[in-house]
């Protein structure tokens, strides 16, 4: 998706100071437009402050009866049988599990693709593929939900791994994988795109082979960027809802084992908000609670990817 | 000179990289193959439901051998094809066209191969149909052990084929022992279910037992007509009977898709538009733009379950919405009011300052320059922009699954306060039914949602290659 892609080449510097400032009086009109404007951006900012602030008000309950450390260092997450626990560790270690398999599934091959598409497509591969990667990208996450639950199990069950059970965390990390492959891909080719032409032009001059300059060179000047696009699919995949919830099942285990149901933060929320509870259950804050801590968690994701990009676009500027 | 092996290295390398962008591009066309393959059934199973039929899947425990499936009429409409050919509800089919059928996926499967006309369909009738009703009376001789006798044998059934005749005791079928009225049925189904047509079957008649050669099942002729974009319209414009995967439909959810998508549209493209203006055209660089920028970064960032835990609080309980529609434009909105300011401000940034400052040294003021200059240029990739928000918009499940939206409904939202479900959440719902049918709905149903999304697509690339100026 260009639009919304951080890593964009034709996202500017910032944006350019105001132009005008008009003087008070000239016009009620222009003043009027001005504020309507002006109304706009601050409701956007209203809106993501009620976010923030209801995720963290809505958990202070939460966390008055149970003390954060028994929430995150907690290995039993059973908020429904008597005693309750509400300990997070193993959903944690769920959600990472699977994360863990789609970055090894998309890493690779989104960077391999990437430096296809940069150092040897031609321009008319790279004008065709890049659409198509963005439309990938695109596709909605309940099609690789459907697509784990119904084809990448079944066909695992009858190949290597009879021992699979029909919900399970590893056909759901291979299909995420999948999922954020063109995310990775794009975004690692914006930055591998980006590395000025001198650097491989100095290295050929020096005799260097297409390979030394890429996996020398390019590669490595491109680093910090590629390490953001990475950050940024990790955080898309643990705050993916979906595929888990379609195909990894909706029980907890410990040790986190990829072959069993395994159930992670996004699914755990999904399984208390269509739960069947009175309003004004205990459990109701526990969302809030889990929401905060995705929340939290991509946010630092999201935050470090972009300053190491603006890092890289500093240097390469 | 370069050494050959640094040349094949690079050659290795090349061809790995190519080999990478191969698979992911595969694996994703086996996807949609898969799809294809999967959704290709419902033009059989439209066909059943077109002949009056709906099919559901039983099972009969047998001894020694657990439970053996069988695939049984559940609906017979009345005046349909299925109904003039004699059968009716619970009736249990064995056989279409010559092949033996145990599952409903199997009766599609066998008249997908047939393609359309005519085909034999092979049954065992209900109980009623194929013995009349039994009683279960206290033995004349041994009191306290039941005996199954038949009532009445009714005209032309398979019973009165055999020989049998009102009075007769049932022993056994097919070498196992009649214990109930209804598990002599099941203990016939299971027999034919595992090979034999002919039973053989021990009855008492008087004090004499005698052996007899049962053929339980009846024959018809059902004229099945698969016709796919029939099949397909009809899937497409019914709400349908959520029971029977043959009898679904996809209408309810289109339309709730439609109209969520649509109140989503009325507030968070004005709202992100007007945002991006002004952060783009007004606001000077100072700290509250600043931070202006890194909220809606980070809100642009934000897992779509945590949108939904918001929607669900403030929509769905605070404001009493409830799982409506509007509750659900809300919700939505707040995921693409970010994407479409991001996207508006980069349109908006693409036009040179120079058309700004030429258009002002004239006399305009700052909104006859947006008016008239800046948004006429920028409205390409800003239109491109809320396209392709549009387009993920429609996919997005998890914020409306959170929010409480129902996964089936059987009527079409008609205000914005019903409840409603929407295309990737009834895909959600087929995708976890574990009865025979639901997946190739599921799969049908993800062709039209990628179709909406390629469409969408399409005409956002379109519109960036043919609208966008490159400036000198």
């Known amino acids: 998706m260009p639009a919304s892609n951080p890593l964009s080449r034709q996202a500017g510097p910032g944006a ?62 059973s908020p429904l049988h008597e005693p309750s626990s509400y300990g997070v560790l193993a959903l944690i270690a769920d959600t990472l599990v699977i994360t863990g398999i789609a970055l090894l599934v998309a890493l690779p091959l989104g960077l391999l693709s990437a430096v296809f598409l940069s150092e040897y497509a031609n321009f008319r591969l790279r004008q065709v593929v890049k659409p198509i990667l963005e439309i990938l990208a695109g596709v909605p996450t309940v099609v690789y939900g459907f697509f784990a639950l119904r084809f990448v199990t079944p066909l695992l069950q009858r190949t290597f791994l009879p021992q699979l059970q029909f919900w399970n965390g590893l056909s759901a990390g291979l299909v995420m994988g999948i999922m954020i492959l063109p995310l990775v891909a794009s975004l690692s080719e914006d930055v591998l795109f980006a590395v000025p032409r001198g650097l491989r032009e100095a290295a050929y001059a020096l005799g260097a082979t297409k390979f030394e300059v890429t996996a020398r060179v390019v590669v490595p000047a491109a680093f910090s960027g590629i390490g953001a696009a990475f950050i940024l699919a990790m955080s898309r995949a643990i705050g993916e809802t979906m595929i888990v919830a379609l195909a990894a099942g909706r029980t907890p285990a410990w040790p986190p084992n990829p072959t069993q149901p395994m159930l992670t933060l996004t699914t755990t929320i999904v399984n208390i908000a269509t739960g069947d509870h009175e309003a004004t259950a205990f459990i109701w804050s526990a969302l809030f609670a889990l929401g905060l801590l995705l929340f939290l968690t991509t946010l630092v994701l999201n935050v470090a990817s972009h300053l190491i990009v603006r890092r890289f676009r500093q240097r390469y500027a | ?236 414009t019914r709400i349908g009977d959520p029971r029977y995967p043959e009898r679904a439909g996809l209408l309810s959810a289109l339309v709730g898709s439609l109209l969520v998508v649509g109140v989503m549209a009325l507030f968070a493209f004005p709202l992100g538009v007007g945002a991006a203006v002004y952060l783009e055209e007004y606001a000077s660089q100072n700290w509250f733009t600043e931070v202006l920028q890194v909220l809606i970064a980070n809100l642009a960032g934000m897992p779509s379950a945590v949108v939904g835990i918001f929607g669900l609080e403030i929509f769905a309980r605070s404001w009493g919405l409830g799982r409506s529609v509007f509750a659900g434009g809300l919700t939505l909105a707040l995921l693409v009011l970010p994407m479409t300011i991001v996207a508006a401000r980069e349109a908006l940034r693409t036009v040179p300052r120079w058309v700004r400052e030429a258009a002002a040294s004239v006399g305009a003021t700052p909104w006859q320059v947006i008016r008239f200059h800046v948004l006429p240029y920028a409205l390409p990739g800003i239109f491109t922009g809320i396209i392709l928000a549009l387009a993920r918009a429609l996919g997005e499940a998890a914020p409306l699954l959170l929010l409480g939206a129902f996964l089936y409904v059987t009527y079409v939202p008609q205000s914005l306060l019903d409840s409603f479900t929407i295309v990737p959440l009834q895909i959600f719902d087929w995708a976890t039914k574990p009865q025979d049918g639901f997946a190739e709905l599921a799969a049908a149903a993800i062709l039209v949602l990628i179709a909406m999304h390629l469409v969408l697509n399409s005409i956002a690339i379109v519109l960036r290659n043919r609208y966008q100026r490159r400036w000198a």
């Open chain 1, 16 to 77: 350019p100071p105001a132009l005008f400032r008009p003087p008070s009086g000239r016009s009620t009109k222009e003043r009027l437009i001005r504020s309507i404007f002006l109304a706009c951006g601050l409701l956007a900012i209203v809106i993501t402050l009620a976010a923030a602030g209801m995720l963290a008000g809505g958990s202070v309950p939460f966390f008055q009866r149970v003390s954060l450390g028994e929430f995150l260092a907690g290995l039993k997450w």
């Open chain 2, 1 to 236: 000179m370069r050494p050959k092996w640094r040349k094949g290295r690079g050659t290795v390398f090349g061809a790995l990289s190519v080999g990478a962008l191969m698979v992911g591009l595969l694996a994703l066309a086996t996807m949609i193959a898969a799809t294809v393959l999967q959704a290709r059934r419902l033009t059989a199973m439209d066909a059943t439901s077109q002949a009056g039929l709906a099919l559901s899947l039983r099972s009969v425990e047998v001894p020694g051998r657990e439970f053996v499936p069988y695939v049984v009429a559940a609906q017979v409409d009345p005046d349909s094809a299925a109904e003039r050919a004699g059968l009716s509800r619970g009736d249990v089919l064995v056989g279409v066209g010559g092949s033996a059928v145990s599952r409903p996926d199997e009766v599609w499967d066998a008249l997908g191969k047939l393609g359309p006309g005519s085909s034999t369909v092979s049954w065992i009738p209900k109980p009623e149909k194929l013995w009349g009703t039994l009683r279960a009376v206290v033995h004349p001789e041994r009191p306290g052990e039941l005996g199954v006798t038949l009532a009445a044998v009714p005209v032309g059934s398979p019973a009165e084929r055999a020989g049998l005749r009102p009075g007769d005791a049932l022993i056994s079928v097919a070498g196992l022992p009649v214990t109930g009225t209804r598990q002599a049925w099941e203990l016939v189904v299971g027999a034919v279910r595992q090979g034999p047509q002919v039973l053989t079957l021990v009855i008492e008649r008087g004090r004499e037992r005698q052996e007899l050669a049962f053929d339980p099942i009846v024959q018809g002729e059902i004229p099945f007509q698969p016709e796919l974009w029939r099949a397909w319209g009809r899937f497409l």
